[in-house]
């Protein structure tokens, strides 16, 4: 079974950027149809889809933390990274990365990570 795990600093500075690494194993993020996506969760805005990328290393993101994310790959070490930039306590939240495919527009997830929590604070 495919099993993903976070890691990164728990602690981040404001107007720093998040670093967060996935690192998958029981699969490979080069298999077809599989995307890998970076999801969090606070208090107050519940789960937001943060974006993907895709098998073929393809990325979309979500319209309101487009301009401030970007998703990377390295195959070689089955990894797969969020960072996202210009951080503000907003940004507070526990981060998730999981695997998923399409059912036409609608990504279905089926493994999760456990979790880690990023804080932004000075």
């Known amino acids: 079974q495919v099993q993903l795990q976070e890691s990164g600093p728990g602690l981040v500075k404001p107007s720093q950027t998040l670093s967060l690494t996935c690192t998958v194993s029981?699969?490979?993020?080069?298999?077809?149809?599989?995307?890998w996506s970076w999801i969090r969760q606070s208090p107050g805005k519940g789960l937001e889809w943060i974006g993907r990328?895709?098998?073929?290393?393809?990325?979309y993101y979500s319209p309101s933390l487009e301009s401030r994310t970007s998703i990377s790959r390295d195959t070689s070490k089955n990894q797969f990274t969020l960072q996202l930039s210009s951080v503000t306590p907003e940004d507070t939240a526990v981060y998730y990365c999981?695997?998923?495919?399409?059912?036409?527009?609608?990504?279905?997830?089926?493994?999760w990570g456990q979790g880690t929590q990023v804080t932004v604070s000075s």
């Open positions: 029981g699969g490979f993020i080069t298999t077809n149809n599989y995307y």
């Open positions: 999981a695997s998923g495919s399409y059912y036409y527009t609608t990504i279905r997830f089926g493994s």
């Open positions: 990328i895709g098998y073929s290393g393809t990325t």
